[in-house]
């Protein structure tokens, strides 16, 4: 068996041997080498698994037969016993792994795909895991149906941690959206979820040992610990940790309407609606607050079995603090100079719960102190500069800064962010080692779990690249082109990041006829960074039910159109100045879309002056003309129902070349 694979590899080889990127698979792999012909996928496919007893293993390659059959419309695929020679596919796993993965694992493989067979290959379940989802991404339909082209790959991550933030808190996320992003982000070989499970406005886990947490903190929005297990499970099953965090000791207004007695000023307090930093923090300085924590992390720490337990740590304003006299008195007594010193203290005490209950801490950029244990890791929200001094300093460090998805920038930014960042900081071999990797973060101020698919994905599948590829991968025209494969295979996954933009489309036009509201649709995006809070008050109760809340957050269209022949241009052009007409109508039924009215004038109004601009022997603009139309693109650059037309900069542009050439 396995001579006739090294005999067939090695004929493949001298015909040809060529270092490519790979047709479509994201994250690329680290080495990959083509090969000619390809294995055919049909209704013999099948699957022989030799795996040291490892059952997780083939349950794997059930899944992923189940994964292929969907993609393919083959639905006879199985998987025979170890050691039958009929098989298409051979999944080697050398050693057995355990059910819970760390957070050191070798996820390393190689894949050998002939004419004739292919051979999985890996030390550990995890690289399995990894392996198979190269092999899934590999299927292409050409020629004569469907078929994996011959190559070899070699591949391993770059970075052990490649995570992603779920805020399951400033809005409630049922567990079928943590199940369909955790199969999204095993798409694309993600191993960490870090679920934000407590906040000022929801604590989201049931505690049996204090219930009021999860029964006054909810709104009865609460995942059940049998709930809690069944997705830490689900996550094990694809190679995917869990990483808790409950964000101590501010952002805990919700767990202080059930318990005020945590609080550093008295109550009543109540879960809080609004988007912000606010004052509410635990007291430090009481020994009940410790007693209390001990209890509950000692339930938490069994019930989540990674070895991190992420304690926030964020944006404590010490207001509290600063206005309790007690609070002074105790800092003065423990020669706590300021409230950072003091929420030192408080950090010290929890790590010593932490370690108590076997677990290690993980917290973000504010919880870094010189006083505190090596093997803490510090998430950094503030930037490479900071992770890069943690570094140096000998803290191991994951970067969130510039993976801010909430923030609405476009995958290529992303792309671009690496948590090495050798313009920034040069960091020795050594202390490169202590940046473990990066998490991108979906915070949930202005998701539901109808539109938070359409935030993560496909973005995130950029960033889990840029966390598992080689650093010198980097062109972002490739990278866009596999981004739109991995997109279509997300949704295959589960994901509704395509299906709910067609939906939420329809549901605002009031019928399927969405071809003009998807025009404009198509070339805007929402406002980024923290400009949405900006334009009006909005609170956890108000509906994200808008335009702005069913567009995505990068226009491919818009983006494309920058890019493509006057001819082309033209064409849409054209279709985009007549399309005021066509959806005013639409509009003026429907109140939510209302507020778009002059966005989709604004569409039309420049598509006229792109048209004029591409006119063949067109006379000169008078200056006053020049000037006008200066402000009809002036008007449309400003943000309308908080989206941006994204078509603005491309005309603005070609105005200006036109200036710049015969005017
Ligand atoms: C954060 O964005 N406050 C972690």
Known sequence: MLKRRTAFVTFAIVLVSALVNAQSVMPVPAQITKLSGSLVIDSSFAVSVSAGGDKNVSSAVQRFLQRLAKLTGIFSMKQTLSGETLSTLNVVCKEKSRAIPSAAEDESYTLEVGTRMAVLNAQTRFGVLRGLETFLQLVELGGNGFHVPCMTIQDQPRFAWRGLLIDACRHWMPVEVIKRNLDGMAMVKMNVLHWHLSEDQGFRVESKK??????????????????????????AERGIRVVPEFDMP?????????????????????IERKWGVFDPAMDP????TYRFLDTFIGEMAKLFPDEYFHIGGDEVNGKQWSASAEIILFRGKNNLIDNHALQAYFNRRLLAILKKHGKKMIGWDEIFHSDLPKDIVVQSWRGQKSLAEGAKQGFQGILSHGYYLDHIKSAA?????????????????????????GEACMWAEYVSLENIDSRIWPRTAAIAERLWSLSATMNVDDMYR??????RQLELVGLTHRSSYTQMLERLAGSNSIEPLKALADVV????????????????????????????????????FAAMSDDNKRELLRLWAGNHALLLPIIRQSPLLQEIEPLSKNLSDVAEIGLRLLQKNRQPFSEQEKSRLKDVLDKAATSVGALQLMVVPTIKRMFEAAQKGRE
């Open 413 to 437: 930014f992303h792309y671009a962010v690496d948590p090495i960042d050798t313009t920034i900081a040069n960091l020795s071999e050594g202390e490169q080692k202590k940046i473990l990797g």
């Open 250 to 270: 501010g952002h805990t207004t919700s767990w202080f309407v059930g318990h005020p007695e945590l609080a550093s000023a008295p109550g009543p307090y109540e």
């Open 525 to 560: 995006e929402p406002v980024k960074n923290y400009e949405r809070g900006r334009t009006r008050q909005y609170t956890q109760l108000t509906p994200l039910n808008r335009l702005v809340d069913a567009v995505r957050p990068e226009s491919d269209a818009a983006r494309e």
């Open 210 to 235: 204090f219930p009021k947490l999860h029964e006054l903190g909810s709104d009865g929005n609460y995942y059940s610990q049998e709930q809690i297990k069944d997705v830490v499970a689900y996550a």
């Open 285 to 288: 300085t009481k020994e009940t």
């Open 482 to 487: 596999r981004l739109e494969v991995a997109s």
